[in-house]
């Protein structure tokens, strides 16, 4: 034992003379700053954003905005589910596919677009690692080595620009650092599931770090083909992707190269033949999930590769940055599936088989971004810059009427654009932005009698908010968005003997009013909003009929309104629970325009019809809209002396949903939810984990889409699914 030296003894006696000076004994001493450790243990992180395209605090930022890092992110996806299983994780957040793990539609607030084809235009826009990926199937990147999502609710044209009417799902992976640090991660599971991702960088020189990630994603083929006769025929896939970052960095400059690629080959959605009896929404005795019954003799293939790099430049000044983004993103393949679900012998009554085959031909997409940022401590902070888009792509679809049909589509577009913050005083801030976009697409096509078409518009967009600190632990904000959707042409009806069709751009007007709020001593977080928004000129996709057309239109206005809150509470040290809620109320407000109906009228429709029996949409909820989500959270851990034992659940319920533009007896979901489960032992002496964990672990069968051109066909969820993992970590 280490002897007391003269001064070490003098302070403990000094020490002692004092708390006995102030009536406290050493003892008590100790307790209370035991106290205090535990205390600063339970308060909350702060979570930073970069929805303003700058690191601020996600308390300070006037515009709703959710997270998912860390141990929530990994639970969601650690039975390697694909981007759409953010659905209903975040309130006002919603996600489907009729395309298996490629081509996800995303809807915020209601807000979305139920298109299936590849050259589909969406309200929601994907900005991974500050590349907006525009294209459905660039939008589908698997997601590996995060460091944070952000789910940035409502238009924000003025930063981001055209087609983010509904709002942005902003992905930043983890970036490269000086400092070593590397993962290994494995997981195995039912449905002969095996991934293994890892990740590994550090410093190459004193300026220049680099950083690889490699993610393995496997699951066996586990579906029957009954008519086939053929035992475990679909269902599986081979997911392979990869990341490469470079990143150089100096007192006044920063270069970060980021490269990756993507080879995938799976299982497309699986449709099911008349698993609805007309008349009821639930599923019946057709359903099952293990078989179907298929006559195209391929089951369901799908194939895609994808590469892409994006290169940044920060150049720092005395009181600016300017940062240039480059990009370049490519992808091809092909998704084939027996659309009808059954045969002519069923299950059920199907008036005709349906198989197609849709093509991505030579994806390219070139993006430029040009952005000069005041970095001052003075009042006033603003940004000005300008935006390049290029895209050009092929569609070729096999199986219609005309076979095949190839369609050529092309999109180019450029903005301007300037935000400012003017801090009025230490409590209150106001932010004005404004942008100028000019946006052009074309469509041209090989099949005979149809003649290219070119379509333009130009758009101004803007924002006004504001955030006044009611104290320093609660701030309320405001907020009015002007966006729009660019102007949007679907060729697929070309396929089907008809021609392409146009939608004009639709331009939405959103109020927000929120509060965001840190309480009880930094262990509450609790944000909240309420909104309301019109759209006008509405762009719609009607589906489906008799000949399962793709057509756009406009709708002449459609109005949301509703609320959603957010919460983390660290109850205790070693208990946190959290969550929210969201209400979104939608309506169509267009008392003309009427959609096709399901085909051979199979199903029960409950609109007023016209003259043709096709259903007014008037009144209606917007397609694929849940009118609430409610998402929970909790994580429990008991503290050993090498580490702790951890139990982790969420759980996520989908109010009522609307299928289709038109309201029918089957096409709708009510109270759907599916719930997760970990329990985990984490080493904190040897940096490693391993647990074990349940993905929808009540087996509920979930509907998530349909089908209603020649029968009651419906896709569904994915199935109940456990395993173990384990990861180890280096630093």
């Known amino acids: 034992m280490k002897p007391f030296t003269k001064s070490a003894l003098s302070v403990a006696v000094q020490a002692s003379l004092f708390s006995a ?31 303003q395209k700058r690191s601020q605090s996600i308390q300070e930022v006037p515009i709703s905005i959710a997270t998912l890092s860390g141990e929530k992110f990994d639970a969601i996806f650690s039975s390697g589910d694909d981007i759409t299983a953010l659905a209903i994780k975040v309130p006002g957040l919603y996600a489907e596919s009729s395309n298996g793990r490629v081509a996800p539609r995303f809807y915020i607030r209601g807000l979305g677009n139920t298109d299936f084809d590849l050259a589909a235009s969406q309200p ?24 944070q999502v952000e789910v940035i609710r409502g238009p924000q044209g003025t930063l981001f620009g055209r087609n983010t009417t509904a709002g942005i799902i902003k992905f930043d992976s983890v970036k490269p650092r000086q400092d070593f640090d590397a993962y290994v991660k494995t997981t195995a599971g039912t449905l002969g599931q095996f991934n293994l991702e890892g990740a590994v960088g550090g410093g190459l020189t004193d300026e220049l770090s680099a950083r690889i990630s490699l993610l393995s994603q496997n699951r066996s083929d586990w579906i029957d083909n009954a008519y086939l006769n053929e035992s475990d025929a679909m269902g599986g896939y081979q997911e392979r992707a990869g990341r490469v970052q470079f990143l150089y960095e100096t007192a006044d400059f920063n270069a970060l190269l980021n490269l990756h690629s993507r080879n995938y080959a799976g299982t497309a959605s699986i449709f099911r033949a008349n698993v609805f009896t007309k008349g009821s929404n639930d599923l019946n005795e057709n359903y099952d999930r293990d078989t179907v019954y298929y006559d195209a003799t391929v089951n369901n293939p799908q194939e895609y590769d994808s590469w892409g790099g994006s290169l940044k430049f920060d150049f720092m000044f005395d009181d600016m940055t300017l940062t240039s983004i480059s990009s370049y993103e490519t992808a091809s393949g092909f998704s084939q599936s027996d659309v009808d679900g059954g045969t002519l012998e069923g299950p059920g009554f199907i008036p005709f088989p349906s198989s197609t085959r849709d093509e991505l031909k030579d994806l390219e997409q070139y993006t430029q971004e040009v952005r000069l940022a005041s ?7 603003w940004q000005v810059g300008g935006f390049y888009f290029d895209s050009t792509f092929g569609v070729n679809t096999i199986g219609g009427v005309i076979d095949p049909a190839l369609v050529y589509h092309g999109n ?74 660019a102007q949007s042409i679907q060729g697929r009806n070309i396929a089907f003997a008809e021609p392409a069709t146009v939608a004009d751009a639709e331009t939405i007007m959103s109020y927000e009013f929120g509060v965001k709020s840190d309480l009880l001593q930094n262990t509450l977080r609790l944000n909240a909003a309420v909104f309301y928004y019109t759209i006008d000129d509405m762009q719609i996709s009607v589906i489906g009929g008799e000949l ?48 096709g109906g399901c085909g051979f009228g199979n199903c029960t429709i409950l609109d007023p019809v016209n003259a043709d029996g096709r259903p007014y949409i008037d009144g209606n909820p917007f397609a694929q809209a849940p009118e609430t989500i409610l998402t929970l959270n909790a994580r429990y851990d008991y503290p050993l002396a090498s580490g702790e034992i951890y139990v982790y659940t969420d759980f996520a319920l989908q109010g009522k949903t609307n299928l289709f533009l038109y309201e029918s007896a089957e096409f709708h979901t009510d109270n759907q939810y599916e719930a997760g489960l970990r ?53």
């Open 412 to 485: 180019t577009s450029w903005a301007v654009f300037g935000q400012g913050t003017y801090q009025i005083d230490e409590k209150w801030n106001v932010t004005a932005g404004i942008r100028y976009t000019d946006d052009e697409k074309t469509l041209s096509t090989t099949v005979p009698n149809n003649d290219p078409i070119k379509v333009t518009d130009d758009q101004i967009s803007w924002e006004l908010s504001t955030n006044y600190r009611l104290t320093d632990k609660t701030s309320v904000f405001a907020r009015i968005a002007d966006g729009f959707r």
């Open 679 to 731: 329990v985990a032992y984490i080493n904190y002496e040897n940096n490693y984990e391993v647990g074990v964990f349940g993905r929808n672990i009540t087996d509920e069968d979930n509907v998530k889409g349909a089908v209603d051109f020649n029968n009651l066909t419906g896709f569904v969820n994915e199935p109940r699914t456990f395993g173990v993992d384990f990861k180890i970590s280096f630093y």
């Open 375 to 381: 970095d001052t401590t003075d009042a006033f902070s």
């Open 21 to 51: 000076a102030i009536g406290l004994s050493p003892v008590l001493l100790a307790q209370e700053s035991d106290k205090d450790q535990n205390a600063k243990q339970q308060e909350l992180e702060t979570i930073t954003v970069t929805a």
């Open 548 to 595: 399962n057309g793709n057509t756009l239109d406009n709708a002449d206005k459609g109005v949301g309104y509703g609320f959603e809150t957010d919460f983390d509470y660290r109850v205790l040290p070693n208990l946190s629970i959290g969550g929210g809620f969201s209400y979104n109320k939608t309506e169509f407000k267009d008392s003309d325009t009427v959609v």
């Open 124 to 147: 929601v826009s994907i900005v991974m690692d500050d590349v907006v990926m525009e294209n459905v199937i660039l939008k589908s990147f698997p997601l590996f080595d995060v460091q």
